[in-house]
């Protein structure tokens, strides 16, 4: 096994927004819009010395901290700091490296590993970590009870055990070769502190990471202090760190402007170029996709033909250039053409009416009135009225109901009171293989109660794959099973990207030594240093 240490691997950029798996986070009151949230600390007003990073996130905060269910896009982002996995993924690279666990893994058969604790190893109150905090962390994932989202990633994991007060034994189902990378989707968390007030844990967790969470606050945003107690390989760099919460597009970019902050996330792209000649500014590629759900139970949609139809009908190439100003890539494939274990689909949608026409016609489909279900996300809504001009190109008749993101998932689509939906969505925040990406969508919650094709034979022979490719230890037998998954959830598009969009990020460069813009939503300040 390749020694799993911080900064091997490739350099990628080939990869959220989020998905509205508990809807993205609401708009960020006026009020932290008009004032910009804390002032400079000790940072010079034009982004220059001190000890402080600041910072300006996207999102408003939503939900806690607790990261066995955890996943709007600020709490993802402060626990990448915060806390840590066994083996986390480079939050640039996406490569694996030891980061509580002392050493790679250890194989003591097929189906069995056991993993050394890194020496002195605390979280920020002082206690160590040890292997009950281990077992518990796992424990409590795999509880069905609990409702955790990760539990999704783990079906190979049979259960874990203590060994020693620093080694924790993991047995699994069945041998899986992505064991240790997989490990990442934990959060190892105390104990003791949980179990005595999880609401306050959840409000402000207690970590092992290089950072400290100091405050939390929907008006004032996240502040951070350099931990102490961390031993690991990655120790912060700055003394302390202070999150702006800045959802409206031209508070963030003002804010990297005047130095009220060294970095920001999701750039506009009209803002883009404009930007660039004060700051650094990159366009990453990422996994993060716009795609079209299917309510598979409702008429027409059914009908497989139907469902094509409307891909075909898309000017999808229209809808990356008006929309987008060309920072997306049209879908091949499931996962983007950058992407490690990319195959190309062996259906691709294409911009092409007639067979969007003769597909309805074929499905004994006319006068089709269609009401689009999308999330107001910038560049979603920027996407719709094209959507919409495409679908009545083709005698489709097509109403839009644009809405945030949390009140649509709870309102229409869990209700399964929609047609179709339009909306992002990137679980590569939690791990970048096949398996896992495949399985956010297409197993559990999505196909169940989303796009309601999960009794489909197609949805599970998919399921059924990726289940037999987690048991090969060949990398090229898995490539191949996962490449008929994608042939499948392809051809059958009950839910299919329409593209992989580009992330744009800016900064000072001068001011962040060491800063690199991620492919996935946030921003990650591990390893970086504030001149």
């Known amino acids: ?37 804390p002032s400079s600390t000790g940072s010079g007003g034009s982004g220059g010395g001190g000890d402080t990073i600041q910072a300006a996130l996207a999102y408003a905060l939503s939900g806690g ?24 993924l480079d939050p640039i690279t996406r490569q694996p490296y030891n980061a509580l666990a002392k050493e790679d893994p250890a194989e003591v058969d097929d189906t069995t590993y056991r993993v050394t604790l890194r020496d002195g190893a605390k979280f920020h109150d002082g206690s160590e970590v040890t292997a009950d905090d281990v077992v518990f962390s796992f424990e409590r994932v795999l509880d069905p009870e609990n409702a ?6 783990l079906p190979f994991l049979d259960g874990v055990k203590k060994v020693d007060a620093a080694t924790v034994e993991f047995k699994l189902k069945y041998p899986f070769a992505l064991f240790a990378e997989r490990l990442s989707v934990v959060k190892v968390v105390p104990k003791k502190a949980v179990e005595a007030d999880q609401k306050k844990f959840d409000a402000l967790p207690v970590g092992s990471g290089p950072f400290k969470l100091t405050s939390a ?46 970095a920001i996330e999701a750039v506009p792209y009209l803002n883009a170029d404009e930007l660039s000649k004060k700051a650094a500014v990159e366009s990453v590629q990422s996994f993060g996709l716009l795609f079209l759900m299917f309510n598979c ?89 094209l959507i919409k001009q495409s679908w009545d ?19 229409r689509i869990d209700t399964g009171k929609f047609q ?6 990137d679980p590569s925040v939690f791990g970048n293989d096949c398996d896992l990406l495949m399985r956010w ?31 090969r230890p060949d990398a090229a037998a898995r490539k191949e099973l996962w490449q008929q998954a994608i042939d499948i959830v392809a051809e059958q598009a009950a839910l299919y990207p329409i593209f992989h969009r580009k992330l744009v990020t800016g900064w000072r460069r001068e001011a962040l030594p060491g800063f690199r813009p991620m492919s996935t939503t946030g921003l990650s300040f591990m390893d970086v240093g504030r001149a």
Request: aromatic share 6%.
């Open 393 to 411: 190109a083709i005698g489709v008749a097509t109403t839009l109901n644009v809405g945030q993101s949390g009140g649509q998932y709870s309102n």
């Open 297 to 385: 139970e409702r008429k027409p949609f059914d009908d497989v033909r139907v469902r094509q139809a409307l891909h075909y009908a898309l000017d999808t190439d229209k809808l990356i250039e008006t929309a987008l100003l060309g920072n997306a890539a049209a879908a091949t494939s499931f996962l983007p053409a950058g992407h490690p274990d990319y195959v190309k689909a062996s259906t691709v949608y294409g911009h092409d009416p007639a067979k969007a026409k003769k597909l309805l016609s074929d499905a004994g489909v006319s006068g089709l009135k269609v009401e689009l279900v999308t999330t107001d996300t910038d560049f979603v809504k920027d996407c719709a009225p």
């Open 1 to 37: 096994m390749t020694k799993l240490q911080p900064g091997q691997g490739l350099h990628r950029r080939d990869f959220l927004r989020y998905t509205g798996m508990l809807g993205a986070a609401a708009t960020i009151t006026a009020g932290l819009a008009a004032c910009g949230g």
């Open 217 to 262: 606050s929907a008006t004032d945003g996240l502040t951070f202090a350099k931990a102490g107690t961390y031993n690991g390989p990655r120790p912060a760099k700055a003394a302390k760190m202070t999150w702006l919460l800045l959802a409206e597009p031209s508070t963030r970019v003002s804010a990297l402007q005047s130095g009220r902050a060294q």
């Open 65 to 88: 901290f607790d990261p066995m269910t955890a996943s709007s896009a600020v709490a993802t982002a402060a626990n990448l700091h915060v806390l840590e996995s066994l083996v986390d």
């Open 420 to 425: 179709v939906m339009a909306a992002p969505g």
């Open 441 to 471: 969508f297409y197993v559990g919650t999505w196909p169940e109660t989303r796009s309601r094709n999960a009794g489909t034979a197609e949805a599970k022979k998919v399921v059924g794959l990726l289940d037999e490719a987690a048991r």
């Open 148 to 153: 955790s989202l990760f539990i999704q990633f």
